[in-house]
């Protein structure tokens, strides 16, 4: 009798990795051959490996088909690079659960895949003969019982092979999320902890005069990090203290300034690893150069992708904020109370927005049709449908209720999640856009998030989601 063939996904979580117990419980060695599977997105590559003599600020030169190809072959080059490097560490990762499984009689192998996890899974287990999934999934409630876009519900609906779903049974209170904390904070359950970077550029210092008038507005409780390179004479970095000094001169009690000498991004982020913050306020760094009005350098890109906290990047001049564009995924509530306490507390415009992908038939029932593809979507129209979307429209609104706001701010669009989010702000005239990220290290460059804030026109403050 052939050995039936079960795949384990793993994410690399002690949480994930309670189902390798469950099937060591249910099968015995002689009857399966398991494979212990990570899907993971492609990891991250710096926006300055290309030759630097190429560029006119972060922009290829224009009329040098030379430039720009070499500039293709070195990000190329770095991609497969940190693409091996990264499946390399995967690997480890999964081979501590493959030696005890052998050790105790098992057939393993071990796959690591590149791309979304949920649809990776789904081609192999279609692909590969494979006779089971068994994988451990969050046991919830409400709006989380129908784990709409996790990984777990999209597998159960993309492949015709049983899938064993373990809920799990220990009782532990999770690790809340930066941007619960910032929520928290936000809503008065203790006093918001606020770090401004800068390198007093002339685009750092105007978020740093900005970003300060916000942390009075806030009532925060204030960090100010002055990056200085070691390179740069004494004088320098001196001159950058007493700049930050008289921004924050009328600030009572006095914010703690900290010099950080050495590469920006990293002393930027190894403090924010250390000090614990509830959000980062920051500008383009001098790195930025003479590129799009909207870049904001490797630096802040750096620092955007990777810092444990909350991002708010500072675009442009404007010191107030008049109206805020709160951009939610499926499961982003706290995307929607951080926007509507900074609205609260700024005395601006709020508007929510979600984006619904154009082929989501279902998750919009009798509210697509061929001829209404691309136009908006009416809210009430959508409540009464009964489907997916009315229930996240329904919770929503119960948030926004508590904070005196109502079913009018929803907006409703159809298309690619960045290009909807991009018009809508540019149209609208918003000043901040507040946008989710659920991505780890290494997973924010194809994300939603990041494609808002590379190319807004707005300042774009980041919510971390997702436990780092």
């Known amino acids: 009798m052939a050995k039936r063939k079960v795949l384990i996904p793993l994410d690399g979580s002690e949480f994930s990795r309670q189902i390798v117990r469950v099937v060591r419980t ?52 770095e991609a497969a690079k940190e693409r091996e490097t990264y499946r390399s560490q995967l690997m480890d990762e999964l081979q501590r659960d493959a030696e005890q499984l052998q050790k105790e009689g098992y057939t393993v192998s071990s796959e690591v895949h590149f791309g979304d996890p949920a649809q990776r899974i789904i081609d192999y287990v279609n692909d590969e003969g494979v006779d089971l999934v068994a994988m ?12 709409l876009g996790s ?43 606020m770090t401004i970077a800068t390198d007093g550029s002339t685009l750092a210092h105007q978020a740093l005069v900005v970003g300060v008038e916000l942390a009075q507005t806030l009532n925060a409780n204030l960090t100010v990090l002055v990056a200085v390179s070691d390179r740069e004479p004494t004088s320098h970095g001196q001159h950058l203290m007493e700049q930050v000094a008289a921004a924050v001169a009328a600030m009572q009690p006095r914010p703690a300034v900290v010099p950080l000498v050495g590469f920006a ?8 690893s250390s000090q614990a913050t509830d959000m980062i306020f920051m500008g383009p760094f001098r790195d930025r150069g003479a590129g799009s009005s909207t870049a904001i ?42 926007a509507a306490q900074l ?29 209404t593809v691309n136009a908006p979507i009416p809210v009430v129209q959508a409540l009464a449908q009964g489907t997916h979307l009315s229930t996240l429209l329904q919770s929503w609104i119960g948030q926004l209720e508590r904070e005196g706001l109502g079913q009018e701010v929803l907006l ?50 980041v919510v971390r989601t997702r436990t780092m």
């Open 26 to 77: 249910f099968f015995e060695p002689k009857d399966v051959r398991l494979v212990l599977f990570r899907a993971a997105y492609p990891p991250s590559v710096a926006t300055d490996v290309a030759p630097q003599d190429v560029f006119v600020g972060n922009l290829p030169m224009s009329g040098s088909y030379d430039a720009y190809s070499s500039t293709l072959d070195a990000e190329f080059t």
């Open 136 to 147: 451990a999934t969050h046991g919830r409630s409400g709006i989380g019982r129908l784990v």
């Open 151 to 193: 990984v777990a519900e999209r597998v159960l609906r993309g492949v015709s092979v049983p899938v064993l779903l373990m809920r799990s049974t220990q009782d532990v209170t999770p690790r809340p999320a930066p941007g619960e904390l910032l929520a928290q904070s936000l809503g008065s359950a203790r006093q918001l902890r």
């Open 265 to 272: 991004d990293e002393t930027l982020l190894k403090h924010l």
């Open 297 to 338: 350098g490797p630096t802040a890109q750096r620092v955007v992708q990777h810092a444990p906290t909350s991002v708010w990047m500072h675009k442009g001049r404007k010191a107030t904020m008049r109206r805020i564009l709160a951009c939610v995924a499926v499961d982003d509530t706290t995307v929607v109370d951080v």
């Open 343 to 371: 609205a609260r507390a700024t005395g601006a415009a709020l508007n929510v927005l979600h984006v619904v992908p154009p082929t989501a038939a279902s998750y919009l029932s009798t509210l697509t049709t061929e001829e």
């Open 412 to 461: 409703l669009e159809r298309g690619s999640a960045p290009e909807v989010i991009l018009k809508t702000a540019h149209d609208g005239g918003y000043d901040l856009i507040v946008v989710g990220s659920q991505s780890g290290p290494g997973q924010f460059l194809g994300s939603v998030a990041n494609g808002v804030v590379r190319y807004a026109e707005q300042s774009v403050l």
